[in-house]
């Protein structure tokens, strides 16, 4: 009989990635962007450590500044052509300006936080970017 070595069971399962468009689209709705079943937050922005549907690993995605940046990148976007058509327009007193567009700004703010780190997790799901600094990397699989 010869000898093999005994085959450790990996520390982590191996995950498919999901395809771009399905993880960005998952990731908005606030679902697991591996199977879009189980729920992507545990708060209002903790990610869930482990998909409640497939099992992904989606604690081990860390996207730190990312949603911030792509929130404040798309607030100032929409904001700042809007504010500039209105005082274009009608040049409100400044009083009326800031108690129209600051409450707006905070609240798309808000508003979008959430379904852009959804997408933000799902890119990075979709590139392989995970921590890997506790572990094998989860989203080898391909
Ligand atoms: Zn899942």
Redesign the pocket.
């Known amino acids: 009989m010869e000898w093999q070595p005994a085959r450790s069971r990996p520390t982590e399962e191996l995950w498919q990635r999901p395809k771009l468009g399905a993880a960005l689209a998952r990731g908005i709705a606030n679902r ?1 962007p ?5 729920r992507l937050f545990a708060g209002f922005l903790r990610i869930v450590e482990r ?1 409640e ?4 690993p989606l604690g081990r995605i860390r996207a730190d500044d990312a949603p911030p940046y792509f929130t404040i990148f798309l607030v100032g976007h929409i904001i700042v052509p809007l504010l500039l058509w209105v005082e274009r327009a009608w040049a409100p007193e400044i009083w009326l300006m800031s108690a129209i567009f600051l409450p707006l700004s905070g609240g798309l703010a808000v508003g979008l936080i959430r379904p852009v780190k959804g997408a933000t997790v799902g890119l990075m799901m979709r590139l392989g970017l995970s921590d890997r600094d506790h572990g094998p990397d989860p989203l080898a699989g391909g």
């Open positions: 697991c591996a199977c879009g079943q189980g998909c549907g497939c099992d992904a």
